[in-house]
Structures are given as structure tokens and as C-alpha cells.
């Protein structure tokens, strides 16, 4: 009688080992890195210049920028920038494009000066035309 209590006492205990070491712990996954949070693509919803605001669709502008995780800091973009008549506007290829977390704001700089600034989904482009007007053109992921 004794082995048979000690028997079910040791059953016990290694069921109550399995079922404690058995237990799947929560992986705590990583934060994406700040050149893969900001990857993607982002199409052009408006332009502003002038004092006036255009949205895309009431503009003769169509496009993306899509932005390429080159490492953890840094990023390529391929901006392909239209008139609706298939006339290049903004149509460049930008390597190693360094990101600068600014609060909310990533700041996207190249060759020491900040050339686009990314705000939750929206990606602004501060830039001069050929005519030296200046104008802001946005895109949003």
C-alpha cells in the first residue's frame, strides 16, 4: 500500500513537471526598426503651392514614392512623379537617404539637408519647380 501512495505521489509530481515545463511562454517580438516601419509606397494625394491646395484627383499630377529599407537608418526612394500626359514632374532615383526620428515626425535627409518629412502615413516633399516656385507635394501609404 505504501509503494502504491508513493507511486500515485510521484505520478502527480511528473504530470505536474510536464504540464509546468509544457507551457508555451509569449514571445515578446521586436519593434520593427525605423527604415522598416517607413518602407512602402506612398501615392501622391495633393499638391500645394501658392497658397492653394490641389488633391490628386483635381490635379494633372499621378504617382508614387516608394521608399526601400536599406538598413536599419537609412533608405533608398523612387520617385515616379507624372502629368496625367505621361510627362516626367519628379521622376528620380535617391540612394542612402538618412532617417532622423524628430518626435512624431521622421525627417528623411540627404547630403546634410532634410529633403521630405514623414508624419503617420504621410510623406511631404518640400521642393522648387523650374520656374522657382515653390511647392509642397504630398503622398500618403
Avoid at 515545463?21 to 501658392?50: H, M, N
Amino acid at each position: 500500500m505504501k509503494n502504491l501512495s508513493n507511486l500515485k505521489s510521484l505520478a502527480v509530481l511528473l504530470l505536474l513537471g510536464i504540464s509546468i515545463v509544457s507551457c508555451k511562454k509569449d514571445k515578446v517580438e521586436p519593434a520593427p526598426d525605423l527604415a522598416t516601419r517607413l518602407s512602402g509606397i506612398y501615392v501622391f494625394s495633393e499638391l500645394a503651392f501658392d497658397g492653394k491646395v490641389i488633391p490628386a484627383d483635381k490635379s494633372n499630377l499621378k504617382g508614387d514614392i516608394r521608399i526601400t529599407k536599406k538598413t536599419e537608418t537609412t533608405v533608398d526612394a523612387e520617385l515616379d512623379i507624372q502629368t496625367r500626359d505621361d510627362e516626367e514632374f519628379m521622376v528620380y532615383d535617391v540612394s542612402d537617404i538618412k532617417l532622423v526620428e524628430n518626435g512624431s515626425t521622421v525627417e528623411l535627409v540627404y547630403e546634410g539637408e532634410t529633403v521630405a518629412k514623414i508624419t503617420g502615413k504621410k510623406l511631404v516633399v518640400n521642393a522648387t519647380d523650374d520656374t522657382g516656385t515653390d511647392f509642397t507635394l504630398t503622398a500618403t501609404r
